[in-house]
């Protein structure tokens, strides 16, 4: 069966793409999905994203990690998938999605999309790092000399250390640059190695930096391998809410594929 897919990017952070309001995808089957996404064997993507109808939004959003599996959220993923969406004709400029942490909104301004992320309630700060779930988890770690670093090497130790071991957590290596600008590099799991940009990553740097005070304002820069993305929000008593993750969506080619 002969299946149309969509490849999109987020500052560098690609995706396959399928409107599958027909149902026409298998999501048992995590083998086929992890071949899709094999940059060798396959399209090559670090996600494979499918946008299903909702009965409580204007779409749904099931998002697979590149080994196929089925994963929490990814926030460049949530951007490209609304930009979809509008290309499909489902929405205008606006939209409600569902996906597998609730509900997000979000808006479309010339290619730049918003996404409302969810809010958190909990940091933890510790000496060497910050854990924080944006709706994937993360683990936060100021570095020097971040270009040089084997985000590889490094963050395959730390996503299945202690306590990490269960599931494992996504791993954010960060240089500040400024008061309210750092360089990020992102080793994601289910990829299982760096990507160019990670858009959970990115918001939960903002808010650990805010947290351990390495920057006082409400609307953070974050400089990605794949390029700048902004997170905006708002801190409260226990952690922060009105979060937004704002950046560049595009479609880069369509395809098809033998299911």
């Keep these: 069966m002969a299946i149309t897919f969509y490849k999109y990017q987020g500052t560098g952070n690609d995706f396959i793409i399928i ?3 027909g149902q026409k995808i298998d999501k048992n089957n995590t083998k086929r999905i992890a071949e899709l996404c094999d940059r060798r064997f396959g399209i090559g993507a670090d996600g494979f994203i499918l946008l299903e109808n909702d009965d409580f939004s204007d779409f749904k959003m099931v998002y697979f990690n590149a080994d196929g599996n089925e994963s929490s959220m990814c926030g460049n993923g949530g951007r490209c998938i609304t930009a979809f969406a509008k290309f499909l004709g489902i929405i205008n400029n606006e939209a409600k ?4 942490d609730g509900i997000h909104y979000a808006k479309i301004k010339t290619n ?3 996404l409302q992320m969810s809010n958190v309630d ?3 700060l510790y000496s060497d790092h910050v854990f924080l779930d944006t709706g994937s988890p993360h683990h936060v770690e100021v570095v020097e000399d971040l270009s040089n670093l084997d985000v590889k090497l490094k963050g395959s130790k730390i996503r299945y250390s202690e306590p990490y071991n269960a599931s494992g957590s996504n791993v954010n290596f960060v240089e500040p640059l400024s008061n309210n600008s750092f360089s990020v590099r992102t080793y994601e799991r289910g990829v299982e190695n760096e990507t160019l940009s990670c858009g959970t990553g990115v918001t939960a740097v903002a808010l650990a930096m805010h947290a351990k005070k390495l920057t006082k304002s409400n609307e953070v820069n974050l400089n990605t391998p794949g390029g700048e ?5 708002k801190s409260k ?3 922060y809410d009105n979060i937004w993750l704002i950046g560049p969506a595009e479609q880069v080619y369509k395809g098809e594929f033998v299911w």
């Design 19 to 21: 409107d599958n309001r």
């Design 229 to 233: 993305l902004v997170v905006s929000f």
């Design 97 to 100: 999605f569902n996906a597998i």
């Design 237 to 239: 008593e226990n952690g």
């Design 122 to 124: 909990d940091v933890e």
């Design 112 to 114: 730049i999309v918003h």
